[in-house]
C-alpha cells in the first residue's frame, strides 16, 4: 500500500545512502513505499514508547497507515479489527470527517494561541462550557492539558495548593494503587503502581504512597466479592492512619483499572472509599483518562461507582484520539479555593486550552451525544460484549472472563479450576500472553496482553455483529496458543 508521507527540511549532508531515502529536489526527501524502508527508518531514528528497542530493531516495526470504523490497516495491506482504540482512546471510531473539518476549520482562523496573559479563545471557552454541563453536578471548571499525564500531574499540583490554601500545608501525602496506571511524568508514574517503572529511576517521588489493588481474582481468596470490596477499601483507611490524616490530601484511582489489566472492583469497593475519605475530609481524584466520555457506559466512570470526587483528571476519548488534549474537571470545593483564596496558581502548559483541539473535542463530543453511542453503549452494545466475552470462560486456556462497558478482559491460565481462585496460573517468564498477543495481531485483531491477562477496549462504536467477528477472533487466536503450549509442553 503506497504512503505518501513526506520528510521535510532534512539537510542534504543528513541523508546518506542506503537510509531509505528517494533524493528529489535538495534539502528535500520522499518516504518509500515499501515496508522494510519504513521499518529501517523507524529503527534508525524513532524511540518508541515502553519498548525493548534492540528487540522491536531485531523484528522490525508494523507500519499501519489508514483506518476506518473499528478497522485499521498497514502497510502490507492487512486489515485489523482495533480491539484497543488506538490505545483506550478512539471511542467514535477512526474516519469521522467531521472531526477533521472542524480542526482544519479552527486552524485556517486561528491554529493557536495561548491561555496566558488574560486571554482565552472561542473553542476553549465553549469546551470547558460543555464539559462542565456533561460533568456531575458539582463541577463548574475545567483545566486544559495535552495528556493523561499531564492531567495527573495537575490534579497533585491542585490538591497540593488547595491544602495550602486551606491553612494545612502539610497535607502533602497522595495515596494510590498498587498496579495503577497514571502517565509517564514524573508524577504520573510516581503516582502509579508499575514497579518496572518505578525500577528506572528514583520513584516514586517522596510523598506517594500505594495500597493493594482491589482485585477480586488475586487477592480475595475465601472471601465473597461484596466482603473483599470492602476490605480492599479499608486498606485505604489503614494506610491514611499509618500516615496520620492530618497528612494525607488526596486519594486517587481509575474507576475500573485499565492498562493493569481491566480490573473491575466489587461493588462496595468505591462506596467505601467515598465514606473514608469523607471522615477523613481527604480529597478523591478518580481518574478518567481512561474511563470517561463513555467507556464504561456512561459520560464519566463515577457516575456509575457511588462516587463523588473533588478531581477528575481526563485525556483520551475528549477527542477520541484525533488531537492530543487532556485537562481535569474541578469540583466546587476545589475551584473555589483556588478563585476566591489563590492569587496565581502558578501552574500550566504552552498548550493549554489549544484552539484546534479543543474545536476536535467539540465536535467529537456533538457525535457522543447527538448518535446516542453512550446510551447504546449501557444498553446495548456492553451487554453484548460481556455475553460474547464471558463465553471465551469456556476455552481450556481462560480461566475467568469479566467485562463493563467497552473494557474486557481474561486470563489466561495453565488448569481451569472450580472458581477463579483454583485456577493454576502458567510459570512466570513464559510469555504466554504475548505468544497470544502475536496470534492475535497476525490474525487480524488487536489484543492487549498485561502478563498473561488479555484485554480490549474497541472502539464505542462497534456493533453487535463486530463484536462477534472480533469475539471470534479471539477464539481462533486462543486456538493456536493452546497448541503452541501443548507443543511446547507447558501443560503438561
Known sequence: MAIDSMVAGVHAPDLEAGDGLTRDTPGRATLGTDTA???????????????????????????????????????????????????????VGYGRASIVDAAARQMTALPFYNSFFNTTNVPAVRLAARLAALAPEHFRHVFFTSSGSEANDTAVRMAWRYWQLMGQPQRQAIISRRNAYHGSTIAGASLGG??????????????????????????????????????????????ILELGPENVAAFIGEPVQGAGGVIIPPRTY????????????????????????????????????????????????????????????????????????????????????HPVACAAALENLRILAE??????????????????????????????????????????????????????????????????????????????????RMIVAPPLVITCAEIDEMVGRIRECLDLTLADVQRRGWLS
Not at 317 to 336: E, H, I
Not at 417 to 436: K, N, W
Open 37 to 91: 524502508e519504513l521499518q529501517r527508518l523507524d529503527a534508525a531514528h524513532y524511540l518508541h514508547p515502553f519498548t525493548d528497542h534492540g528487540a522491536l530493531r531485531s523484528q522490525g516495526t508494523r507500519v499501519m497507515v489508514r483506518g476506518d470504523g473499528i478497522y485499521v490497516w498497514d502497510s502490507e495491506g492487512h486489515r485489523i479489527i482495533d480491539g484497543m482504540s488506538g490505545l483506550w482512546c478512539v471511542n
Open 194 to 239: 508499575m514497579a518496572g517503572m518505578h525500577a528506572q529511576g528514583a520513584l516514586p517521588i517522596p510523598g506517594i504512597h500505594h495500597i493493594e489493588q482491589p482485585h477480586f481474582a488475586e487477592l480475595g481468596r475465601g472471601m465473597s466479592e461484596a466482603e473483599f470490596g470492602l476490605k480492599a477499601a479499608r486498606w485505604l483507611e489503614e494506610k
Open 270 to 353: 468505591w462506596p467505601e472509599i467515598q465514606r473514608i475519605c469523607d471522615r477523613y475530609g481527604i480529597l478523591l481524584i478518580s481518574d478518567e483518562v481512561i474511563c470517561g466520555f463513555g467507556r464504561l457506559g456512561a459520560w464519566f466512570g463515577c457516575e456509575l461507582m457511588g462516587m463523588r470526587p473533588d478531581l477528575i483528571p481526563f485525556a483520551k476519548g475528549v477527542t477520541s484520539g484525533y488531537v492530543p488534549l487532556g485537562g481535569v474537571l474541578v469540583s466546587d470545593r476545589v475551584a473555589d479555593a483556588l478563585v476566591e483564596k489563590g492569587g496565581d496558581f502558578n501552574h500550566g502548559f504552552t498548550y493549554s486550552g
Open 371 to 452: 448518535e446516542g453511542v453512550i446510551d447504546k453503549v449501557a444498553q446495548e452494545t456492553g451487554p453484548y460484549l460481556k455475553a460474547a466475552f464471558g463465553a471465551l470462560a469456556s476455552h481450556p486456556l481462560v480461566g475467568h472472563a469479566e467485562s463493563m462497558g467497552m473494557a474486557a478482559g481474561l486470563n489466561l491460565v495453565r488448569r481451569k479450576g472450580a472458581t477463579v481462585h483454583d485456577c493454576e496460573p502458567f510459570a512466570r517468564g513464559l510469555g504466554v500472553g504475548m505468544l497470544c498477543r502475536g496470534h492475535m495481531f497476525d490474525n487480524g485483531v488487536i489484543m492487549r496482553a498485561v502478563g498473561d
